[in-house]
């Protein structure tokens, strides 16, 4: 799911897609783990998010990219900016709910 949206004035998250997902028994896509891309100032993030951590409102992520400001992005994202992220995974889901509707 293609956003390209700022979030603030030093970072931008430019999508969200499954990275691991599984079939439910309508043969419907159904994420295990969410990839949602961001860039931090002039760095670029994976950043990757587990349903299961989404249920249990468990602010944690696993990442990778620069490494210049990777602790202070990765702290953002688990304190700042964790309930975008639930709501942008949320988002995802309806929309890929809307697809496989299709």
């Known amino acids: ?44 993030y994976m950043v990757y998010v587990t349903t299961k951590d989404l249920e249990r409102d468990w602010g944690s992520v696993q990442m990778e990219g620069d490494s210049k400001l990777f602790e202070s992005f990765e702290h953002a994202l688990e304190n700042e900016h964790w309930e975008l992220i639930k709501a942008k995974c949320k988002a995802f889901d309806k929309w890929q709910a809307d697809l496989n509707a299709a």
Do not use: P, R
């Not at 997902?21 to 043969?27: A, G, M, Q, R």
């Open 1 to 44: 799911m293609n956003l390209q949206e700022k979030i603030n004035d030093n970072t931008t998250l430019f999508y969200v897609e499954a990275n691991n997902w599984h079939y439910d028994e309508n043969d419907n896509e159904v994420t295990d783990v969410y990839e949602l891309s961001f860039g931090f100032y002039d760095c670029h």
